[in-house]
């Protein structure tokens, strides 16, 4: 071949490269609108190095940067405790015309829940005009901090000292497990969160499920003032079930709690203003998603108009592109050795892979904050004030070494695809990439039997194993076009990198048998979720009743499906293998 020829055909496969990433990023339309200021929205000023956990407090000029930037955006805010900075809220909310429905945080310390009152009645006495409401207590009877008595002393002791009408927040199941509560607030404020329900619930029934509970809390309470305290959608993190995680969903439930409360009359606060790091050591990836503005401040969607998952997508894309070209050039500057249809596959099979890896890292990066690794560290160190001085530099070096891994088996892919399309040989031996192969195998069981025993806060872990995933499934399968190989001698494992002398032979059997359960396993996972669940075993008593919906959840989670699948793919070469040497 030519050099010309050779540059045409990396310039083809890196412009479709980018397409290809244009076309997944593309804006999706969102019907609905809603071009209103929210009535409020839960205000927790923390940025990224800033948490409760490490007592690592936002100063009042930061406070009061985000108290000015949510003027004209929302009405309001929910505070969740009157201490840790947080004192100066009413103050500067009556600067920019917010009101504040200001809080206290209870738990299982008593000393810190009188400091949280006797803070919460003092700002309330002290700014009237600013507080219109207040919270004594969020989700203490769902985290069993509290008993149901010791919660009511705390808002009675709040009653007997402000004037503001009083409340406790949670979720709406709690109000009907102990109503007694109900009676001592002065308005209800409750939690709905369609994608935490026990029965979760997909955007398109948030409307239909906003009211229902609305309805239903007036029924059982008639003459209480209903606050929604807390109703929002993550944009980042897994799907549980038929709830769907991305910036589609989040906009769409935005905008349908807008519109739907405005008809029927609700009152709600949106969660949250700002994403909150911090959280994903509470709640894994999810937890740190709920803004409608990301850490760094900026609007994640509008309230009109489509929105798009990933603005980036350009400078990610010219990424993927630089990489995938300079792979394949390391190996098709010898161009007389290639044939147009060869060289054409080793440019798109290098491009396919860098996108890959550069959507892995890119999500590796931006999911940082969730990584377990550092959470098991973080439990042998709990409070160390060395650890909490250095976690940040070592969650990062952590994050890259993970790239890093991907990086290195997509080079190590490239390689041999190069090496036998231009010597013709059938394989070349790579002892690492099986290795490393084979970890990645192991590695996948592993985190399917973690999602499935205690999957509640752990991400799926799809863009994480795209690498080894689709580079087997395209190398088998270039294998099969290039060498003319049976699918058994194609795909096994022992074969692809060795010359067929396979490593671990004896593994291909006993690796596809637990691939393949761990695929049964995944979306299992949700059904084993839901059938625990508390509420889900009240309001559906009997086997009868329960299996349809724990069937019916099998197959609701599409990301969940996803890595099923992929666990299928990465058991293929060791099926393969089994199968050849029988």
Known sequence: MRIASILVILFVSAVASVAGWGWFNRPVPV????????????FA????????????????????????????????????????????????????????????????????????????????????????????????????????????????????????????????????????????VDFITIHILPYWEDEPIGVEGAAEHIVKIYRLMQERFPGKPILIGEAGWPTKGRNRGPAAVNMESAAKFVRTLAKVSKENGFDYNLV??????????????????????????????????????????????????????????????????????????????????????????????????????????????????????????????????????HAVFAVLLVRVAGLSLRTGAVSCRCVWSERVAIFYAVMAWVATLLLFFNGRYRDIPNVEYLAPCVGLALWGLIRVWAFGLPWRQAFAIGQMFSSGVPARRLAGREMAGVLMVAMVLAPASESLALYLGEDFQAMHATLAEQAPLLAGIFFANGEMLVW????????????????LQK
């Open 31 to 42: 019907a609905l609108s809603f071009d209103e200021p929210f009535p409020s929205v839960s």
């Open 45 to 184: 000023p923390f940025r990224r190095g800033q948490s409760p956990i490490s007592q690592t407090y936002p100063p009042p000029q930061q406070i009061e940067e985000d108290l000015k930037g949510l003027v004209g955006v929302a009405k309001g805010v929910r505070t969740y405790t009157a201490r840790e900075g947080m004192e100066i809220v009413p103050e500067l909310a009556r600067k920019y015309g917010i009101d504040v429905t200001h809080s206290a945080w209870l738990g299982k310390k008593l000393d810190i829940n009188a400091a949280e009152v006797d803070a919460l009645i003092a700002a309330a006495n002290a700014n009237p005009d600013s507080i219109k409401r207040v919270i004594v207590g969020n989700e203490v009877l769902l985290r069993q901090d509290l008993k149901p008595d010791e919660l009511i002393a705390y808002i009675r002791k709040v009653k007997a000292a402000v004037k503001q009408p009083v409340s406790y927040a949670d979720v709406w199941a709690f109000y009907l497990r102990y109503p007694q509560v109900a009676n001592e």
């Open 272 to 405: 949250e203003a700002f994403d909150q790091p911090w959280k994903a050591k509470l709640e894994g990836t999810v937890g740190a998603f709920w803004g409608v503005e990301d850490v760094d401040r900026a609007v994640k969607f509008t309230m009109s108009g489509p929105v798009q998952d990933n603005p980036d997508w350009p400078r990610h894309a010219a990424w993927a592109a630089g990489l995938g070209l300079i792979a394949a050039l390391v190996f098709l500057r010898r161009a007389g050795d290639y044939t147009p249809a060869r060289a054409l596959v080793l440019a798109v099979f290098a491009q396919i892979l860098a996108s890959a890896v550069v959507w892995q890292a890119t999500n590796a990066w931006v999911t940082r904050d969730s990584d377990r690794t550092i959470w098991l560290v973080a439990t042998l160190l709990p409070g160390s004030k060395a650890w909490l001085a250095v976690e940040p530099l070592v969650r990062d070096a952590v994050t890259v070494a993970r790239i890093a891994v």
């Open 564 to 579: 099923s699948a992929m666990l299928a793919l990465m058991a293929l070469p060791y099926w393969a293998e089994w199968r």
